[in-house]
Every structure is written in structure tokens, then in C-alpha cells.
């Protein structure tokens, strides 16, 4: 299984981007790279994902490195309600998404 | 609007009943899942389902059994429910692998046993 590594915990100001990086050193090469992010007393919410390409959507970009053993998430303006934890996974065999601590990211007025 | 509903957002059970948690999935996804998820040790795999009468284990299932009769509906059971399984439980669907769209999750059941 892939496993990944993110920081604890980042702060950010609003209005200001935030990168949030994430390490899967030991992913394969079909596993695609997933985010997720879980506000206060919510489920996960899928944010975005990608195999090789950057990625964008309405939410974030996804940054992928050319050797795939790491990726960064990109909030390109940061809300207050962007304050969540945020998952870094990919999935293994048979489409299982495996979930680390995450990084909770805390956003400052 | 897609959704997965968990039956109960909150429920208190009382040490050795049999706890049964529903999850139902509006978007005729094949695979659904249980996690649980406790401060510190992320989200925990109890069990997945790929198709309807299908079960898999997990990473967690001692202590649990689930039960998928229907494609929208996936069933966690505490056979005989213990302190050590009071946690948020949450329910996840998707399509099958190889298209790898994302989780859709419930809100979670918060689940106390006394």
C-alpha cells in the first residue's frame, strides 16, 4: 500500500494561497492521488485528483511531481471555511483509499 | 444532489447490545465502505463491499459483521457492542476501480457505548 506523509497541522492568513504538500514515495505507477477534506463535524469531502498532469477544479489545483513521490495541494485564496483537515491518500488495490492524520489547517483572519 | 445518509448522527448503546448502522447511497455505486474514525489514528477500514452480497475485510473488522442486500444499502453490525468500539463510523460509496472517481461520505453516526 502507498503510504503517505503530510505536516501535522499549517496556518495560513485569509485571502492568502496555501500550498499543502503531501509525500507518497512508495506509490505505483497507476495509483492516482487523491485529497480529501473533513470540516468540523462533517464526513471527508472529496477535493480533487490526478495520475501524472497538474490538475485543476473549481476548488483547488493539485501540483504532481514529475517522479509522482510527491504532490501539493493549492488553495489559491484561503477562506475562513477552508479550515478543515485535510487528506492526502491514493488508492491501492481495488480502488481502497487508506487514510493517514492528515493536516489540519488552520486559517487566520 | 448525490448523497450517502447514515441513519443516525448520534446514538448511545449499552455494552454488549447488537448495534446495527445503516448507510443508504443514492448514486448506484458498486463499492461502499465503513471507517471509523478515532482522535489521532486517522480513518480505520472496518469493511468494504464491491457488490451486492459481496463483503471484504478490512483493515479493523474484529468486533463487526456487515450486511449489503441491496446495492444503495450497507450495514455495519456490532455483534455484541464494547466500550472500545465508541467512535464516529462513517460510510463512503464509489464507482468501481479503474475509474477512480473519488469517495462520496455520510456525516457520520457518533456512536457511545456505555
Known amino acids: 500500500d502507498a503510504k503517505t506523509t503530510q505536516p501535522n497541522s499549517m496556518e495560513s492568513n485569509e485571502e492568502e494561497p496555501v500550498h499543502l504538500p503531501c509525500n507518497h514515495s512508495?506509490?505505483?505507477?497507476?495509483?492516482?492521488i487523491h485529497w480529501y477534506r473533513q470540516l468540523p463535524s462533517q464526513g471527508p469531502e472529496y477535493v480533487i485528483h490526478?495520475?501524472?498532469s497538474n490538475v485543476n477544479n473549481r476548488m483547488a489545483s493539485l501540483a504532481i511531481a514529475e517522479d509522482r513521490k510527491s504532490s501539493t495541494l493549492i488553495l489559491h485564496r484561503a477562506t475562513l471555511r477552508d479550515a478543515a483537515v485535510y487528506y492526502c491518500?491514493?488508492?491501492?488495490?481495488?480502488?481502497?483509499?487508506?487514510f493517514g492524520g492528515g493536516t489540519r489547517l488552520m486559517v487566520k483572519p | 444532489d448525490v448523497k450517502v445518509t447514515q441513519s443516525s448522527r448520534y446514538l448511545v448503546k449499552r455494552t454488549g447490545e447488537k448495534v446495527f448502522l445503516e448507510c443508504v447511497q443514492d448514486?448506484?455505486?458498486?463499492?461502499m465502505f465503513w471507517y471509523r474514525q478515532d482522535p489521532g489514528l486517522g480513518l480505520r477500514l472496518i469493511y468494504f463491499?464491491?457488490?451486492?452480497?459481496?463483503?471484504e475485510k478490512g483493515d479493523i473488522p474484529e468486533g463487526y459483521s456487515v450486511s449489503r442486500e441491496k446495492k444503495e444499502r450497507f450495514s455495519l453490525i456490532l455483534e455484541s457492542a464494547s466500550t472500545n468500539q465508541t467512535s464516529m463510523y462513517l460510510c463512503?460509496?464509489?464507482?468501481?476501480?479503474?475509474?477512480?472517481?473519488?469517495?462520496?461520505f455520510g456525516s457520520g453516526t457518533r456512536l457511545t457505548v456505555v
Open positions: 463512503a460509496s464509489s464507482f468501481p476501480s479503474g475509474l477512480n472517481y473519488g469517495y462520496t
Open positions: 512508495t506509490i505505483s505507477g497507476t495509483d492516482y
Open positions: 490526478g495520475l501524472t
Open positions: 491518500t491514493s488508492n491501492n488495490a481495488g480502488n481502497m483509499l487508506t
Open positions: 448514486m448506484d455505486h458498486e463499492n
Open positions: 463491499s464491491y457488490d451486492v452480497k459481496m463483503k
